[in-house]
């Protein structure tokens, strides 16, 4: 009976993070000084950031990340079902224009460029599952 116990509390320790809502920043342009004060908590699917650049080649060819190359900097809530990965993907729009988005599945990881929150959230539920899951044994 206590092994069943241990498991389910397992099942919900994996499966809590998919059924809240998750909270991120939304703001419609960067820089904005007030975009991480605004933030929506409906993102039930998770977050989301999209850069838009345009000019400023850099000289192999690709497309420069510099600031002043940015046009468009939007970041929300994604409440469809548009994605179920994390990650980043890129598209071209009239060969001068590059649009970045990337997707994210905890509170406020649209925040910065860097995915360091990604792996320490990963990190602390594997090692919270493999505790529970060892403890679950011993008993």
Do not use: W
């Amino acid at each position: 009976m206590l092994k069943i116990l241990c498991f389910s509390l397992l099942y919900i320790l994996v499966s809590l993070p998919a059924a809240q809502s998750i909270a991120c920043y939304q703001c419609n342009n960067d820089p904005d000084p007030y975009c991480h004060q605004r933030t929506c908590y409906h993102g039930l699917y998770g977050c989301f950031k999209t850069v838009t650049y345009t000019g400023g080649l850099d000289p192999s060819g690709a497309q420069s990340e510099y600031s002043q190359n940015k046009v468009i900097n939007l970041k929300g809530c994604q409440f469809l079902p548009f994605t179920g990965l994390e990650g980043c993907h890129e598209s071209t729009l009239f060969g001068d224009i590059r649009q970045v988005t990337c997707f994210c599945h905890h509170d406020f990881c649209n925040a910065a460029n860097s995915h360091r929150a990604t792996l320490y959230s990963i990190l602390t539920i594997l090692l919270l599952s493999i505790s529970l899951s060892i403890y679950c044994t011993i008993l």
